[in-house]
C-alpha cells in the first residue's frame, strides 16, 4: 500500500509567492503619494533658501548653512523619539493592546535614530568649522550621543526573540524610559557650562537671534523634515505589519509541516 507524502516544502514556497503577491505596492497610498511630493518640494525649497537666497551669518559665515539641517534633524529625532513614548504608553495602558501602536513606535524610533544619527554627523561638521574639532566632551554632545545610543539599545531589544505581545510589552517599557532622556540633552547647555550655543529661535527671552531670510529658511527646513518623517513612519510602519504578516504566515506554515510529518510518522 502506498502512502502519499505531502509536498510541503512546495506548498509553503508557493504559499510564499502568493503572500507576496497579495501585498505588493501595499505601503503605498494616494494620501501617501501626496504627502511624498510635497515633502520633495519643500526640500527643495529648503536647497534654494538654505544654500542660494539665505545671507551668510556675521560671525559664522557659509558654516551657518549646516544649522539649517543641523536644527531640523534634532527636532525630527526628538518628535519622533516623543512619538514612540505615547505609542508605547498606548499600547501598555489601553485595554486592547493593539499592536499598532506597536509598528507606530517602532518605526517612530528606527527614524529618529537615523535622524539622530544625522544630527550628530552635522554637528561634528559644524564644530569643525566653528570650535576647530569635529568632537568635544561638551555636554550637549555628551548626552546627545548617549540619547542616540539609547535608542540603538531600544531597537536592539526589540529585534529579541518571542511573540509580537511580548516584543511590544518589552519595547514599550523601555521606550517610556529613554524619552526622559530628551529634557536632559535639551536644557544640558543651562544645567552644565557648554560650548554649544543656545537656542537662537525658542529661547525663553523670546529674542530671536536670526536675520527674517536665515528665520524662514530655518522655518521651511523644520517643515520640510517633520513632513518627511510622516512620510518615512507611514511607510515604515506599515513594512512592518507586513513583516508581522510575514512571520505569522511562516509559522503557519511550519505548524502544517509538523502536523504532515507527525501524520506520514503515525501511518508508518
Known amino acids: 500500500m502506498s502512502i502519499t507524502v505531502p509536498n510541503v516544502e512546495g506548498e509553503q514556497l508557493h504559499a510564499r509567492r502568493a503572500w507576496m503577491r497579495q501585498w505588493r505596492g501595499v505601503t503605498s497610498t494616494a494620501f501617501s503619494r501626496v504627502l511624498g511630493i510635497v515633502t520633495l518640494v519643500g526640500l527643495a525649497w529648503l536647497v ?65 535614530v537615523m535622524f539622530m544619527g544625522l544630527t550628530l554627523v552635522t554637528g561634528a561638521l559644524w564644530g569643525r568649522l566653528t570650535w576647530g574639532v569635529f568632537w568635544a566632551w561638551d555636554a550637549r554632545l555628551t548626552t546627545t550621543a548617549f540619547l542616540f545610543v539609547t535608542y540603538i539599545g531600544y531597537l536592539a531589544v526589540r529585534r529579541l526573540g518571542g511573540s509580537h505581545q511580548a516584543r511590544a510589552r518589552r519595547s514599550a517599557v523601555l521606550g517610556l524610559l529613554a524619552v526622559l532622556e530628551i529634557p536632559l540633552v535639551h536644557f544640558s547647555v543651562r544645567l552644565w557650562r557648554s560650548l554649544h550655543q543656545e537656542a537662537s529661535v525658542a529661547n525663553p527671552n523670546g529674542d530671536v537671534k536670526l536675520d527674517g531670510l536665515m528665520l524662514f529658511s530655518l522655518m521651511v527646513g523644520l517643515v520640510s523634515f517633520t513632513l518627511l518623517y510622516a512620510w518615512l513612519v507611514l511607510h515604515r510602519q506599515r513594512v512592518m505589519y507586513l513583516e508581522d504578516r510575514y512571520e505569522d504566515a511562516d509559522l503557519d506554515l511550519a505548524l502544517a509541516q509538523r502536523r504532515a510529518e507527525n501524520e506520514e510518522n503515525s501511518r508508518g
Not at 65 to 79: F, K, Q, S
Not at 93 to 103: E, V
Open 48 to 112: 534654494i533658501f538654505g544654500l542660494v537666497l539665505s545671507p551668510e551669518d556675521e560671525i559664522q559665515d557659509s558654516s551657518v548653512r549646516i544649522l539649517y539641517i543641523h536644527v531640523p534633524t534634532a527636532w525630527v529625532a526628538y518628535l519622533a523619539f516623543g512619538v514612540t513614548a505615547l505609542c508605547s504608553a498606548m499600547y501598555l495602558f489601553r485595554p486592547a493592546h493593539s499592536l499598532t501602536w506597536d509598528r507606530i513606535a517602532g518605526a517612530s524610533s528606527e527614524i529618529g
